[in-house]
């Protein structure tokens, strides 16, 4: 089955403890992206990933990284979590920019 | 930079009555244009998107947009609402890279019966 996976779908955790939030597809796509989505503001775009070991930033890249090392997984990285990111996640991938995109089931974070 | 703007944060209709969600955006160049829609719980769905040529873009679920460069709006419609289409609706759009994308705040849709 064509999906994206999130893992994990829901975290709690303490300001500075460093994580990871792992983003995998399984139809060879090139394209993938980070969304966080917090009430009222809709999706907005953290990183995303042309191809492998091609990364751009989104809108709001601050306190986050990524890396695209195989073409199947894009995680997120946040070094040292803060409160304000507290929100709920998206990764999505697409077979190129711009076609149909696949999302994943989102991961929400709660930082502390 | 590119901005997108959902002017109307909740609307409700009812089952059955025609539906048009507004969305303006912001631009230099020619926008790519997408509706998605995101039922409650649920990860995002595309309903159409707009490159170029026809103005008029048929999606899935009977939904369809027009693309609008004199108003800079790509508002999406559909002429008999049903009540499972209520959800939030985001307007998107990407910059001619295709790799950066800007999303609107949402609509949220409630159908009465």
């Known amino acids: 089955e064509a999906q994206v996976t999130q893992n994990p779908r829901y975290l709690i955790t303490v300001t500075g403890k460093k994580l990871t939030v792992t983003c995998s597809q399984n139809?060879?796509?090139?394209?993938m992206s980070w969304y966080r989505q917090d009430p009222g503001l809709g999706l907005r775009q953290i990183y995303y990933?042309?191809?492998?070991?091609?990364?751009d930033k989104g809108d709001v890249p601050e306190g986050y990284k990524v890396s695209r090392k195989e073409k199947r997984n894009f995680p997120l990285i946040l070094e040292s979590p803060s409160p304000n990111q507290t929100s709920l996640y998206f990764c999505?991938?697409?077979?190129?920019?711009?076609?149909?995109?696949?999302f994943g089931p989102g991961t929400r974070l709660t930082v502390l | 930079a590119q901005s997108v703007t959902q002017p109307d944060i909740h609307i409700t209709v009812s089952e059955g009555a025609s539906l048009e969600l507004r969305c303006n955006y912001s631009?230099?160049?020619?926008?790519?244009l997408f509706w998605y829609v995101q039922s409650p719980g649920q990860g995002l769905q595309l309903l159409l998107k707009?490159?170029?040529?026809?103005?008029l873009v048929q999606g899935i679920k009977g939904f369809e947009a027009e693309f609008k460069r004199s108003q800079s709006s790509f508002n999406l419609r559909k002429p008999s609402v049903h009540w499972s289409d209520a959800a939030e609706y985001f307007c998107?759009?990407?910059?001619?890279?295709?790799?950066?994308?800007?999303f609107g705040d949402g609509t949220t849709l409630t159908v009465k019966p």
């Open positions: 999505a991938s697409s077979p190129r920019p711009l076609t149909t995109g696949f």
């Open positions: 139809m060879n796509h090139e394209y």
């Open positions: 990933s042309m191809n492998v070991e091609v990364t």
């Open positions: 631009y230099g160049a020619t926008p790519y």
């Open positions: 707009y490159f170029s040529g026809d103005t």
């Open positions: 998107a759009v990407y910059n001619t890279n295709a790799g950066k994308s800007t």
